[in-house]
């Protein structure tokens, strides 16, 4: 974990608590539901990621001494900085299971606590949250088009600062096998390894010197970079070489990369020339600038490759820069609230709710979610939160309460999940998702609805606000 502090936040966030503060609010309590309103990738869900990271540095957040030694600078009252000394996250948290397929504007999360503690840790959730989900998402769609492909995140070095070390993390939510990244291999028991850089070739006088101090010193996990002159005059064949010394030796060349050129001819020609040489076992290898499309285009020109290592593309959300994560009032002191906004699609929706999928008789998706108040018991039908017309009837369905209790007083209510289980618990979920929402041209509009009880809850709060 790094070290986060309470004042990893915004600066609006504490002037609005020593407000709260000053006006004998800081036990008024609060309801904020976390959720976002649109796909990224012009995809057809997302993975929810960052969950476990959250919970565990909501446990430890405080403010330190240095924060309250800054704060005081800062011009925040006495009162307000003593208060702060003694501060903890002690609220709950429903949550969607890390690792779950989601979609827009249905809550994935929802914190009730004093309003002073719900808001001051808004930031750091939206920072953790939109960013996991944002890069598991990419990493999942990486994986889809991949299907059995050995998939290795290759990102720190290009990653948005230290966003490089929870991008790791989401890569792997989103059905990565391995990183580069040690620190994150460390820290989140991930599988980690590597090959060479063009600098180790380019620092002895000649690639072979190269290659086979390399398999000296590493033969257990020995990838030979083969471009750096010349992939199929030099490359391989002295590729080539240093896998039969190894064979003499009783060791295995594990690999080679390929890392420039045209990747699918170069692989073709490669596995040709190591299936010559008997070293059908040595297994290729490929990066450079990947992303989806790029591996789906690999696969189709039936590229031999069996390891895609994935880097910019992947840990920067290209060509997404954020995930749009909100985190907005629904309740505020026992008061359903509201916030109005010219377009349907931003008013929000009042109330602590659940979310249920949808489900046919055989447990089979039926392709819509649906919003109600937490403690309705059936739900008939769900209607279009902005399109109010629609509806849709659900009377039959199978469901499933998507949002669970994951945090209480501030501490967890589970057990930390390992980040193994999450992906295979992600991956299940994906499976489970007909193709057509997993399309990346167009695909289906899985239907997010609301209860009858809750529309009018809504409609009802919203005529009060409008007048
Ligand atoms: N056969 C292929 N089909 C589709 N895309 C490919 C294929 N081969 C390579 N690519 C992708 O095309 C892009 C090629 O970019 P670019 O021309 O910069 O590559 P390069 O070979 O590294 O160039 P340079 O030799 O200047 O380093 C990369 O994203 C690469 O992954
Ligand atoms: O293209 P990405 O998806 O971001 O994958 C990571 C890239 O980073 C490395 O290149 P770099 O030029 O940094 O170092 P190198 O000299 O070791 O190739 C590696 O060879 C990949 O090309
Ligand atoms: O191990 C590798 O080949 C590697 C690691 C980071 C970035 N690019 C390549």
């Not at 960052?50 to 909501?58: A, H, R, S, V």
């Not at 290759?154 to 391995?178: E, K, M, Q, W």
């Not at 039969?244 to 692989?267: F, N, P, T």
């Not at 450079?288 to 490759?305: C, G």
């Amino acid at each position: 974990m790094l070290d986060f502090t309470a004042t990893y936040t915004d600066q609006y966030q504490l002037s609005m608590a020593q407000v709260y503060f000053e006006n004998g609010q800081k036990e008024h309590s609060a309801v904020f539901d976390y959720y976002f309103r649109k796909l990224p990738f012009d995809g057809g869900y997302a993975i929810f990621s960052g969950l476990e990271d959250l919970l565990e540095i909501l446990e430890e957040l405080k403010f330190n001494e240095e924060d309250l030694a800054y704060l005081k600078d800062q011009n925040y009252s006495e009162e307000f900085l003593d208060y702060l000394k003694t501060f903890k996250f002690s609220g709950t948290i429903m949550a969607a299971r890390e690792g779950d397929i989601l979609f827009p504007n249905r809550p994935v999360l929802q914190v009730e606590a004093n309003i002073i503690e719900a808001q001051l840790i808004e930031t750091i959730l939206l920072n953790l949250l939109n960013f996991q989900t944002l890069i598991a998402t990419k990493a999942s769609r990486i994986r889809l088009v991949a299907k059995n492909s050995i998939l290795l995140e290759f990102g720190l070095r290009r990653a948005h600062g230290p966003g490089g070390y929870y991008a790791s993390r989401a890569a792997i939510v989103g059905g990565f096998d391995g990183t580069s990244n040690v620190v994150a291999g460390k820290n989140f028991d991930i599988p980690v390894s590597g090959t060479m850089a063009h600098s180790f070739i380019q620092s002895y006088d000649d690639e072979i010197t190269a290659f086979r101090a390399f398999s000296q010193s590493r033969p257990k996990d020995c990838v030979l970079l083969v471009d750096t002159y010349d992939t199929l005059k030099s490359g391989i064949p002295n590729a080539i070489k240093i896998g039969k010394e190894m064979e003499s030796k009783g060791q295995k060349l594990m690999g080679i990369r390929l890392d420039s050129g045209d990747l699918a001819y170069l692989a073709q020609e490669s596995r040709k020339m190591l299936d010559k040489a008997g070293l059908d076992y040595v297994k290729i290898a490929a990066s450079n600038q990947l992303d989806e499309y790029v591996i789906k285009s690999l696969l189709e020109q039936n590229a031999p490759i069996d390891i895609f290592g994935v880097g910019t593309n992947l840990v920067t959300g290209e060509p997404d820069g954020a995930l749009d994560g909100v985190y907005k009032l629904s309740v505020s002191n026992g008061i359903p609230r509201l916030k109005i906004s010219e377009s349907l699609s931003k008013v929000t929706i009042p109330h602590k709710k659940q979310v249920y999928r949808l489900m046919n008789a055989k447990g089979e998706l039926i392709g819509a979610d649906a919003i109600t108040m937490r403690d309705e018991e059936e739900v008939s039908r769900i209607y279009d939160p902005q399109e109010i017309l629609k509806s849709l009837p659900v009377k039959n369905c199978k469901t499933e309460a998507l949002l669970h209790l994951v945090m209480k007083n501030g501490k967890k209510t589970q057990e930390t999940r390992s980040l193994k289980e999450i992906a295979a618990y992600s991956r299940d979920r994906l499976e489970g998702l007909p193709m057509e929402y997993k399309r990346f041209d167009n695909p289906h509009i899985y239907k997010v609805g609301i209860s009858k009880a809750l529309k009018k809850e809504r409609e009802t709060l919203l005529k009060k606000y409008k007048k």
